[in-house]
DNA sequence: TACGGTCTTGAAACCGGTTACATAGGGGCG
DNA sequence: CGCCCCTATGTAACCGGTTTCAAGACCGTA
């Protein structure tokens, strides 16, 4: 394997400069820069990563840390996939991979900030499921940079991001109100958790501001025979709503099948509108209005937050709120 | 930070010692290993991956070529997230990253070769669109320990994992004789890749053996779009088929929107099976009667046949074919 | 008592980079 | 001409581990 030296003695330079040719291109001659990497596109020379980290105690590695394990064993973030492909590419432009951070093996309260540690890992992205792991937070008091996605994640080096959530809320009562709903219900998440909260206040407060009252609130947890059960529970109230916000697509789905087994058309009988706008919601019939997150926009906030942090750790960064927008089909 | 000289100094032994009670600590006497352990956990020693890495040329990390940017730009593998979680579980029960390569910045044919090589990844898994990228090949020739997913990848250190597509178009074909169906047509993959030809070929298999024809088989190109427009093209036949297989869920799913804009019910006008078990099969009215493919079985064995590879690179490793299962829903 | 073997440990080289510091050469200016 | 500054480069220490080799301690045996 070729190595620096190895570079250095083909061209008659020291190692310093070789390390300067790729490093600090500016301080070298015009001529020595052209030698050098000539003869280390001859040789097939590639800078050791793992040798530039130890002497640097940069990785040029964003860690993921996804919990998949604990909890829920199957959860599912809605548009991981998306946030993924949108957090790559942008990371990747700028030179950086991710690495998906296993939690080290032997327990404890820093089973990440281990990983993160021995791995001189530049920064951290952290996809949870809402709740606060003792193990995440404790990377913010460790001072490790860190992107928290739909979760509050607030410390030294910290920073969040997140879809407006109760402006979601909001868009989502305006248009069932412009739609002429009277009674109108909701099917919020589970409550602890941010998204859940913020989605039901946005949707309440513009509610409220029209002169309206709830028609019912029960809890789901995202998932689909949640949305189901309660819309069941909604449809045998007396009057029953004319429409109904599920904070979650999934358990607007599990709702609408519900409103089917009722026998009640959609949206004649009942209106139903979702949020987060997954896959599923432009393909089941008749189409689920919803309030779409900016699933790209997401992935490369996060990036960019985190890459920012990278070069300057001592501002702390605003979170950042990114729109939604409502998608009208065929539910309401 | 404390490094292994630190510890070595405070427990009065040296370095050679503390990195053996890391490494083979069944060579040193129970005391000293004691002794040690107990001031690594005192001053929060953990061992530098970087320099470990530099030294052993091992890295622990297993790479991840997931082509996210050039092709079709959106293009989405079907279950991603289930076969990354299980991949992710299993490498990390033997202390395994995994690493999403970022494709080195400068072009050519190599790379991924040189993020490889950069890094002192220990192994690939590659997942990919079922085409065959040169950047993708070169890990092959170079003799990288290679897991490819939905994609014949062969070489020295290489092997891959798929389903039975065969089988499943075999399954496929049974159920929809079984039911009574004699005029039956499938719409393919694009057919170039492997998981089209293999599903066309199993499914034909069973139809001649059953003495039928195949009643038209337009080729889709995996997306919705391209199910629908193709099951409009099928519809429009006189007679018409009773029964479609969609080799994909997702031309499925645009295969039953073509159906009911065209007044037809199913499954009483027409059935329709399709294949990969997506989430949304379960959801989508009437439920996609579909070959499913073990996600988590997918990614399981990618990390035992990565894993098996690293411990002894030289004896070649066999393809794993896992079986298909057939999943009756309502559309057939 | 001398010898060989086993067990445990230490010294030091090595992995492949970066960087602080020193140095040499060239140009501008008083 | 002498001095100073600036640019380009080299020397060598350092990052934090692993591993080869040698050596000391202790045992049993002839």
Redesign the pocket.
């Known amino acids: 394997?070729?190595?620096?030296?190895e570079?250095?003695r083909r061209s008659?330079?020291?190692?310093?400069?070789?390390?300067?040719v790729?490093?600090?291109p500016?301080?070298?001659?015009?001529?020595?820069?052209q030698l050098v990497l000539d003869v280390a596109a001859e040789i097939g020379?590639?800078?050791?990563e793992?040798?530039?980290t130890?002497?640097?105690?940069k990785s040029n590695m964003v860690g993921l840390v996804w919990d998949t394990d604990h909890r829920r064993p199957g959860w599912r973030h809605p548009f991981l996939q998306d946030i993924l492909v949108a957090l790559k590419s942008a990371l990747s432009a700028h030179g950086l991979h991710l690495l998906m951070l296993a939690p080290d093996q032997s327990p404890g309260q820093s089973r990440f900030l281990r990983a993160v540690q021995r791995h001189n890992v530049d920064g951290v992205v952290i996809i949870d499921n809402g709740s606060r792991d003792p193990a995440v937070l404790a990377l913010a008091d460790a001072g490790v940079p860190c992107v928290a996605l739909d979760l509050r994640f607030t410390g030294p080096a910290c920073t969040y991001i997140t879809s407006d959530n109760a402006g979601g809320g909001r868009l989502a009562a305006q248009h069932l109100i412009e739609r002429g709903h009277r009674r109108i219900a909701t099917i919020t998440g589970p409550l602890p958790t941010y998204p859940a909260v913020e989605r039901l206040e946005g949707f309440c407060q513009v509610l409220s501001e029209a002169g309206l009252e709830l028609a019912g609130s029960p809890a789901g947890d995202w998932y689909l025979e949640s949305g189901y059960t309660a819309m069941k529970e909604l449809l045998s109230t007396d009057p029953r709503p004319t429409a109904v916000f599920a904070a979650g697509d999934e358990m607007a789905v599990g709702a609408l099948r519900a409103a089917d087994e009722a026998g009640l058309r959609v949206p004649a009988d009942v209106a139903i509108v979702g949020f987060d706008d997954i896959e599923v919601a432009a393909l089941i019939p008749p189409g689920l209005t919803t309030v779409a997150q900016d699933k790209t926009g997401i992935g490369t906030a996060a990036a960019e937050s985190i890459m920012s942090m990278l070069t300057d750790a001592t501002t702390p960064l605003a979170p950042i709120i990114l729109p939604t927008s409502l998608i009208i089909r065929g539910s309401s």
Chains 1, 2 share one sequence.
């Not at 394997?1 to 030296?5: A, E, G, K, T």
């Not at 020379?45 to 050791?48: C, E």
């Not at 130890?54 to 105690?57: C, G, M, N």
Request: hydrophobic residues 40%; glycine residues 2%.
């Open positions: 394997m070729s190595s620096i030296r570079v250095a008659g330079v020291s190692v310093a400069t070789v390390s300067r790729f490093n600090t500016e301080v070298v001659s015009q001529q020595t820069r020379y590639l800078p050791n793992s040798a530039r130890l002497a640097t105690k």
